[in-house]
């Protein structure tokens, strides 16, 4: 099926990053009539083809606008939502970097994995809206511009600092984002989250395996471990997390991606930067402030970034 790249909208809306999360959400806003604009660091062309081939087996091509931000001269005024979706590490710098050219009223929404970003951009933010948000739907690139959908789990937004999204776009979103939830406060969700990735990320890409390995017995009393340390870190945070929820959770999801292999592992194994610093790096940065010790999470930071070190480095 191929359909008209014309799905013009009163919202004009940017998603910054191409990988496979921010190609999916562009395919779902063109469903609901959203043409959104692709910026991306480095494009050849002003337009792109970009495939999808959904859950349900169906494959669509659209057309994006790109838009190259290394080579940006002219304002997006027109852009009034934001939707961030990097690599963690790079949020802080590419958002900065995008700053002067957004309007005051363009709403900023972070759906990165981990946390931290949010804490840096928030000083730097002086009339924007801030939502965070988390997803766990699963793409996957098959080639740079064709995307597999590979789940279709929950995805939480909630307004964190500044004007909060307008009904409009919260509605858009609700719409574009299968099983989403608008949840104020959203920090509890996003630590949830957290815990999810310090159990399985850092662990499955040390041992070098899928998801599902890590229901075997002798994982269980290191991510109970690490889980312990997470509700005590965000205690102090003032976030209230339930452990034994907490771990149901965690072996839930195992359950369910058991045949996946983590994003970190997939990082690791491709010898990219992985997102350790934003997920039990941002653990241990939220311990240390409290004075609290994280002996298992401290462990397993610094055998993963010794292991992303010898490939950084060669
Ligand atoms: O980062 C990931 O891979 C995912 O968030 C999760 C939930 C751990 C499943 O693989």
Redesign the pocket.
């Known amino acids: 099926m191929h359909l008209s790249p014309e799905q013009t909208t009163a919202n004009n809306i940017a998603i910054l990053g191409a990988g496979a999360i921010g190609q999916l959400i562009f395919h779902q806003l063109a469903d609901q009539g959203v043409a959104a604009k692709l910026l991306v660091r480095r494009s050849e062309n002003t337009e792109k083809k970009l495939t999808i081939t959904t859950l349900d087996g169906q494959t669509s091509i659209r057309t994006a606008q790109m838009i190259c931000v290394d080579k940006l001269v002219q304002p997006l005024s027109d852009i009034n939502l934001l939707i961030v979706c990097t690599k963690a590490y790079q949020v802080v710098d590419a958002v900065s970097a995008l700053l002067p050219k957004l309007a005051d009223d363009c709403h900023i929404l972070l759906l990165h994995?981990g946390l931290g970003p949010h804490i840096a951009l928030s000083s730097q933010l002086k009339h924007h809206g801030l939502t965070l948000g988390t997803t766990?739907q699963g793409a996957l690139k098959n080639t740079p511009w064709h995307v597999t959908q590979t789940g279709a789990g929950i995805s939480q937004l909630g307004p964190f600092q500044g004007p909060v999204l307008a009904p409009d776009l919260q509605a858009l979103l609700r719409g574009t984002l299968p099983n989403s939830q608008w949840c104020d406060p959203i920090l509890p969700m996003l630590w949830e989250k957290l815990a999810?990735?310090i159990a399985?990320?850092p662990l499955s890409a040390i041992h070098h395996c899928r998801?599902g390995q890590l229901a075997e017995p002798q994982y269980k009393s290191t991510i109970d471990a690490l889980l312990k340390e997470v509700v005590t870190v965000a205690q102090a945070d003032g976030i209230a997390l339930d452990k034994s929820a907490l771990s149901d959770r965690v072996f839930n999801?195992i359950a369910l991606?058991q045949t996946?292999y983590?994003?970190?592992h997939q990082d690791v194994h491709h010898q990219r930067k992985t997102e350790i610093d934003a997920i039990t790096g941002y653990l241990l940065t939220r311990a240390e402030s409290h004075g609290i010790t994280a002996a298992t999470n401290q462990a397993l930071y610094e055998q993963l970034k010794q292991l992303e070190q010898k490939y950084l480095d060669a």
């Open positions: 994995n766990s999810v990735n399985i990320n998801n999801v991606t996946n983590s994003s970190m």
